[in-house]
């Protein structure tokens, strides 16, 4: 069969021949795969950069996707770490992780918005007890996560939502989804602090999407500027544009009830997040949120790698347009 193959952390997957897959365990089935979202976790997968890579070679890519079994019906699944991905023509499911979508439903939609939907879902669901009339801070909410994160909140009936962002274009659409208030990230990082600061007082949650430099620039500033420092502040670390690494200033942890955590694979369990993927799967194929995605066929994967560097839009790959 045809798939997307990396064979070397340092170039992109190309479309070649790979051994179909065949399925093993109890629970395995073999879909046909119909969309496979190119995530930045995907991207990460495939360059051997992520946190659960075991470095073996070669991978097909592809952490989660659309398809249809031998039973006809149409899944959304995600897969465990292994080097059969989503990125062919066929792979093999976990049932159990996977669920039913109705027939009607949207491939490309829900392919290209689970992931990054998740993110914020899965935070605000799992990570705290989020309550309707919080506010929220989501700091790099111009992604595609991001974005869903200001709509998410919204469904989940937060207070303040308090969008920053570098790209002043895409910051200057999110009140129309959900946005109460924006803050341009494209000043200096002092400046960009200062702003935040002054805009966050009341912030009951902040979703980070950037970490890096921008988070250890802000954090000072966001919990120094709180109206009132001994109300409990949580920052969510669940994304890593802007580098994997922050210093956390200490003074951001003793200056006021603040607690850093983390969401993600790990810090919630297979099972916990397995829990939240109908009701969220519900909302997308309702047509709940807005999505940004683009139809690709896995043949051009080679140029789809290349353009997801620099496009907004969430690329969907398709083994079988
Ligand atoms: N933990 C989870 O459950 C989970 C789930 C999904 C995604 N994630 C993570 O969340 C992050 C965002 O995912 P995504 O799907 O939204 O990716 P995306 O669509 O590629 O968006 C990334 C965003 O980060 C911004 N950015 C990058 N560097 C920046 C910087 N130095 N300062 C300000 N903004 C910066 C980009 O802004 P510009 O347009 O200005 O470049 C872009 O808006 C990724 O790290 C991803 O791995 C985590």
């Not at 997957?13 to 995907?42: K, N, S, T, W």
């Not at 991905?85 to 689970?114: F, H, K, W, Y």
């Not at 974005?147 to 207070?159: D, N, R, T, Y």
């Amino acid at each position: 069969m045809k798939a997307a193959v990396v064979r070397s952390f340092g170039a992109a997957p190309r479309y070649q021949e790979f051994p179909a897959p065949a399925a093993a365990g109890d629970h395995d089935m073999v879909i046909d795969v119909i969309a496979a979202g190119l995530h930045p976790r995907v991207r990460s997968q495939a360059d051997g950069s992520h946190y659960t890579s075991t470095g073996e070679l070669p991978l097909v890519p592809g952490i989660d996707g659309v398809g249809r079994g031998a039973d006809g019906l149409l899944r959304y699944f995600i897969l465990p770490d292994t080097r059969m991905g989503a990125m062919a023509e066929q792979t093999v499911i976990d049932t159990r992780r996977s669920i039913i979508l109705s027939p009607d439903s949207d491939p490309i939609a829900v392919a290209a918005a689970m992931n990054p939907a998740m993110s914020s879902w899965i935070a605000l669901r799992q990570r705290v007890q989020f309550r309707p009339g919080q506010n929220i801070l989501i700091l790099g909410a111009t992604g595609n996560a991001g974005q869903l994160a200001v709509q998410i909140a919204k469904l989940l009936g937060a207070g303040q939502i308090i969008a920053a962002g570098r790209d002043t274009a895409r910051l200057a659409g999110l009140p129309a989804l959900g946005a109460t208030g924006t803050v341009p990230l494209d000043a200096d990082a002092g400046t960009a602090a200062r702003r935040l600061g002054r805009a966050t007082a009341d912030v009951d949650v902040v979703i980070d999407y950037l970490w890096g430099q921008p988070a250890a620039a802000t954090m000072t500033a966001v919990v120094t500027g709180r109206a009132d420092r001994g109300k409990l502040l949580t920052w969510i670390e669940v994304g890593s544009a802007a580098g994997p690494a922050a210093p956390v200033p200490s003074a951001a942890l003793r200056a006021a009830r603040f607690q850093l955590i983390g969401s993600g694979q790990g810090s919630v369990s297979t099972r916990e997040i397995l829990a939240e993927l109908p009701a969220l799967a519900r909302e997308i194929t309702s047509g709940t949120f807005g999505i940004d995605a683009r139809p690709t066929p896995l043949t051009q994967v080679e140029q789809a790698w290349a353009e997801a560097a620099q496009s907004t839009q969430r690329i969907v790959l398709t083994p079988r347009p």
